[in-house]
């Protein structure tokens, strides 16, 4: 009689299948509100494309090419059909598909955003630490105090304030977009990263006036990060500090930075990292205030102009890929946690 397969083994084929399965159904939900959206705004795709001066017979014309003459479930279906082959529509602001449009712009986002995790978890991960073990003293609440205005400026006025300041007066950094106009045009788009696409192209100058653009939007998208970064890990490192082999590593006189580094964070890198991959993933789909105000060209501003210029395909698309890539960030960050945590690596063995 032969034997089955171990159970260790179903037991990771059967939570493979779960995670699949739960992750088609969020990107089919996902995909459906999208469409839905696209339905009722007061913003009609057949009056953008065929003229506001169109007679019936050219706007009737506009609405059966482009679908609109079908019913909603057919719409529906043939919306998923296009989406599942890559088909996003195309846009009237650019005269390009959408999807061509959003693999230009969406370099520069994902750029910002790694930028602005980098600044939030260097400076958030040691004032939560410093906070949690100065609890209820002066440097907590001095770390507490600077997440509070962290949640509490709006990002446009903080934005607005930096451009104002650092660059306007002091001229410490450089102002809006990615690049000056003399190196704009003249640096190719290999990766879409402006700092690595300078760096192959040989131009230190230019790689520079890249970091000048990107240091204070990515610094105001930083400091919101750090924000939430700084109290997250207060709260894990306040818990640990409470438990009992803390209690004896100070009972046996263990230096002071040996337990919080070396034995209380080290024990909350599991969960420190399902943080820092959520911000990240909160960068990529909140950076829309920070790119307008800087006019950095991700696909944050690319959703505000198609809103502006009534471009649905594009609004629609950038919408969904944006939270396609939080999903997946957070599927991410669920499987590396699992993947870290033996805890949860004993559990499901079982």
């Not at 395909?313 to 993947?339: C, I, K, Q, Y």
Request: aromatic letters at 8%.
């Amino acid at each position: 009689m032969r034997a089955g397969p171990p159970v260790a083994g179903r037991s990771s084929i059967k939570a493979a299948a779960g995670l699949v399965v739960g992750l088609a159904v969020t990107l089919l939900g996902l995909v459906v509100v999208t469409f839905l959206i696209g339905r009722v705004v007061p913003i009609d795709p057949a009056l953008v494309v065929a003229g506001d001066r169109a007679g019936p017979a050219a706007y009737q014309a506009a609405r059966v090419a482009l679908g609109l003459d079908l019913p909603l479930y057919e719409q529906l279906l043939l919306y998923l059909w296009n989406v599942l082959n890559g088909d996003l529509g195309r846009s009237t602001m650019t005269g390009l598909t959408v999807a061509e449009d959003v693999a230009r712009v969406f370099p520069a986002t994902v750029e910002l955003a790694m930028a602005g995790t980098i600044i939030g978890v260097g400076f958030g991960v040691p004032m939560g630490v410093i906070a949690a073990a100065r609890a209820g003293r002066l440097a907590d609440h001095l770390v507490r105090a600077v997440a509070l205005v962290g949640y509490s400026v709006p990002v446009f006025w903080l934005g607005l304030v930096g451009l104002l300041v650092f660059y306007a007066r002091l001229g410490w950094v450089a102002g809006p977009g990615r690049l000056d106009v003399v190196w704009a045009y003249t640096i190719p788009e290999v990766t879409g990263f402006v700092l690595i696409d300078t760096l192959l192209a040989g131009e230190p100058a230019a790689m520079l006036d890249g970091f000048r653009h990107l240091i204070l939007p990515a610094a105001i998208l930083g400091y919101f990060s750090m924000a939430y970064v700084a109290r997250m890990t207060r709260s894990l490192m306040i818990e640990q500090l409470g438990q009992d082999y803390i209690l004896a590593a100070r009972a046996k006189g263990a230096p002071e930075a040996l337990i919080l580094w070396g034995h209380a964070f080290r024990n909350i890198l599991v969960p420190l990292v399902t943080v820092v991959a959520l911000t990240f993933a909160h960068l990529l789909e909140g950076a829309v205030l920070t790119e307008t105000v800087f006019a950095w060209p991700g696909i944050g501003l690319y959703i505000t102009q198609a809103l502006f210029a009534a471009d649905m395909n594009a609004v629609l698309g950038g919408t969904l890929v944006v939270g396609v890539a939080f999903v997946l960030m957070n599927r991410a960050a669920d499987l590396v946690h699992r993947r870290l945590d033996a805890r949860l690596r004993s559990e499901a063995a079982r």
